[in-house]
């Protein structure tokens, strides 16, 4: 009887601490609930507004769905302006705070836009996150600040390509962020080398200059029939002011040293030697007339024309073009190369390119998230979408390490790497014409002084400043 009562007591102690256990079991479950359930307040709906120039929205459509998706309370409204148009639209719109959030930029133009109209990426940003969850018999949403670091000075040196380090970030700040990276290329007529019994397009300006004569064909009326090259202009190039930038960036030319233009100096280690001056010269001996390499001059037609037309050998450009050259012939026989060089084993060439950034000036509490989408944008797999998108070089060095592994993209991809840029001052369109100012006043004046006439721009240049 004693040994029987004594096995019920242990059964109850047994069952009492399955009961103790399953108590404290669902207490733990109900603070986990409790704990989980908490949420944030739900944040106010915004709209973001982008302005850009040549991306259209399409290209950019994709990137701006999947970050709406994963912050429902954010719109995303994209406009696309003419560019002759696009700076006193930004300017009117910051005046009656009817400006964007967002903008795009050429990035030439950061430091004139950075103190008074850029807001300089935060230190850290908060953003919210929204999710879905069942508790208990309820479905709910769940809203969470989330607080995170941004991209530093040394993030932009490591994932980006040398020029937007050099163009983006001032004084330890991170002005913008691109998504791609144009370079100075050579469009190439593939019938017309043929016809020169050129096997492959000039690799250095010595092969450049050898090719003229096989292909340029002048009558007796000294009409050029057939063109090796279009450049020694300014009226009929598109950017005339870059191809002479890039000679000069390859002749060793300083364009500036911070705020000090230097483009009219000789080079530190030699005196004598006036790398503008050399560049300037070799630019403008393609329209002269008592030069070997004649083949152009300011009578001509558009270059683009021209090379659309098939009497152009070779139209230097940027690639966006390529769209403008196929609507005017879809049937000619083209290719895409790298620049000529100097020297091929001390690549330098020339970037121009858009970077977008946040206003300061708009009446917008939404700094935050207009840095979180840029972040967001330029992460590496929808950076790949936007590149696949508009044929572009990216200016992420993960993304263009697989572009340099493309043959059809090898030699654009690597001269994204090597590409340079300038600042142009606080008047960068201001800038861009005396450049071809400069031109000008060669073609017009053979007994100028090139070195007086350079050094006359470079002053003019460092006075708007």
């Known amino acids: 009887m004693f040994r029987r009562i004594k096995n019920l007591h242990g059964l109850s102690k047994a069952f009492i601490v399955v009961i103790l256990g399953g108590v404290a079991l669902v207490i733990l479950m109900v603070v986990v609930i409790i704990i989980q359930s908490q949420t944030d307040p739900p944040p106010g709906n915004i709209t973001l507004k982008i302005w850009g120039v040549w991306d259209d929205s399409s290209d950019i459509e994709p990137i701006i769905s999947a970050y709406e998706n994963a912050h429902p309370y954010v719109k995303i ?20 705070d009817t400006g964007p959030d967002i903008y795009a930029l050429p990035n030439s133009w950061i430091y004139k836009y950075s103190e008074q109209f850029i807001t300089p990426m935060p230190a850290s940003i908060t953003v919210t996150f929204f999710r879905q969850r069942q508790i208990l018999f309820k479905k709910d949403t769940i809203y969470k600040d989330i607080t995170e670091k941004t991209l530093t000075p040394s993030d932009i040196k490591r994932d980006y390509v040398d020029v937007v380090y050099n163009d983006v970030v001032k004084d330890n700040l991170v002005y913008g962020l691109p998504f791609g990276v144009n370079t100075l290329v050579m469009f190439y007529n593939r019938d017309l080398l043929s016809k020169a019994h050129l096997i492959q397009p000039p690799k250095t300006w010595s092969e450049f200059i050898s090719a003229m004569p096989k292909i ?86 558009d270059a683009i024309d021209y090379f659309a037309d098939g009497k152009l050998a070779f139209l230097f450009g940027y690639k966006f073009i390529e769209d403008e050259i196929k609507a005017k012939n879809k049937g000619i026989d083209y290719g895409i190369a790298a620049v000529p060089q100097i020297n091929p084993q001390n690549e330098v060439n020339y970037a121009n390119y858009w970077v977008y950034t946040v206003s300061k000036r708009v009446a917008t509490p939404n700094i935050d998230e207009a840095w979180d989408f840029l972040m967001y944008a330029s992460e590496t797999e929808r950076n790949k979408t936007y590149i696949e998108t508009t044929g572009q070089m990216s200016a992420l060095r993960s993304v263009l390490n697989e572009q340099l592994t493309d043959p059809d993209l090898t030699e654009l991809a690597e ?6 840029s300038w600042y142009h001052g606080m008047a960068p369109l201001e800038a861009e014409q005396h450049f071809e100012e400069l031109i000008q006043a060669v073609l017009e004046n053979d007994e100028l002084d090139i070195n007086q006439a350079i050094t006359k721009i470079a002053k003019q240049i460092q006075e708007e400043y």
């Open 77 to 96: 409204d994209y406009s696309k302006f003419r560019y002759e148009e696009y700076e006193d639209r930004l300017i009117n719109g910051w005046a009656t």
């Open 415 to 420: 001269q994204a790497i090597t590409a340079q």
């Open 216 to 301: 340029t064909i002048i009558d007796d009326q000294e009409n050029i029939l057939r063109a090796g090259t279009a450049m020694g202009t300014y009226n009929n190039i598109d950017r005339p002011q870059d191809i002479v930038t890039l000679l000069m960036l390859q002749n060793g030319t300083v364009m500036n040293i911070g705020d000090n233009i230097r483009f009219h100096l000789s080079l530190a280690n030699d005196s004598e030697y006036f790398p503008s001056e050399i560049a300037l010269n070799f630019y403008t001996d393609f329209s002269d007339t008592n030069k070997s390499v004649y083949t152009w001059n300011e009578y001509m037609p």
